[in-house]
């Protein structure tokens, strides 16, 4: 089946250093796999972050990055310096847009517990 | 905005003991989901719903039944509550375009499920 494997958690990091979340994917059923990060802030529920369809792209939000390659079969997410309210659970996460119709059904990670320090 | 609510927040139920969990969003959203979420554990699919009275099952169906009789609501029920069970599950929604989804979930804040 599809899975996806991400950077094992807690991970805690100092303000305004840089940080990097692993993630891989497997994706046996889908032939052109979409890919997501979803972030969970403290007292919040769990929400999009970023996505990219197309495999090669970059797609941004809040200072994050992640790029999309299909040859490593990776979605690493990436910020050049955080800040403390980046603190969050962050969840990698794959589907299938263009043969899935309406369904939007997702496959996720384990998420990644991040804690900034001041 | 919207806001997708679940009732109840914590439930605590008994061994065998069957337990709804129930799901409202007011975002006008076709598809509706249930993931289970285990500590420690990524979110698992139990059921789905594109549509009023569709269901679709997820990877982790078995000891579930759901119900989507209003466009607006799913709930889920644990058919046999398990000893010792802890977990997480959060409904969700989400919207499509021309016929496809989007892709962005909107998640509930979940219900946490204790069995004794």
């Not at chain 1, 994917?25 to 919040?44: H, K």
């Not at chain 1, 929400?47 to 790029?67: D, N, Y």
Request: net charge neutral; hydrophobic share 30%; charged share 20%.
């Amino acid at each position: 089946g599809d899975s996806v494997t991400q950077t094992e958690g807690p991970v805690t990091v100092s303000e305004s250093e840089s940080l990097i979340i692993n993630c891989t994917y497997s994706a046996t059923s889908i032939a052109y796999p979409n890919l997501f990060w979803y972030v969970r802030y403290p007292g919040e529920g769990l929400q999009l972050l970023l996505k990219v369809i197309t495999a090669g792209q970059k797609g941004s939000s809040r200072g994050f990055e992640a790029t999309y390659n299909k040859e490593t079969t990776s979605f690493h997410l990436q910020k050049a310096s955080v800040q403390e309210s980046d603190s969050a659970v962050y969840y990698c996460a794959l589907g299938d847009l263009n043969t899935g119709g309406l369904s939007g059904k997702l496959t996720f990670g384990e998420g990644t517990q991040v804690t900034v320090i001041s | 905005g919207g806001i997708i609510t679940q009732t109840p927040k914590f439930l605590i139920g008994q061994e065998g003991q069957k337990l709804t969990l129930k799901c409202q969003q007011n975002f006008n959203h076709d598809t509706m989901y249930w993931y289970r979420q285990d500590s420690g554990k990524g979110l698992r699919l139990i059921y789905y719903s594109i549509t009023e009275n569709d269901l679709q099952k997820g990877d982790l169906s078995e000891g579930y039944d759901a119900s989507r009789e209003k466009k607006s609501s799913f709930s889920l029920t644990v058919t046999s509550a398990q000893k010792n069970e802890m977990a997480v599950f959060l409904c969700a929604s989400s919207i499509s375009l021309l016929g496809r989804n989007t892709g962005q979930l909107y998640f509930g804040e979940g219900s946490k499920l204790t069995v004794l």
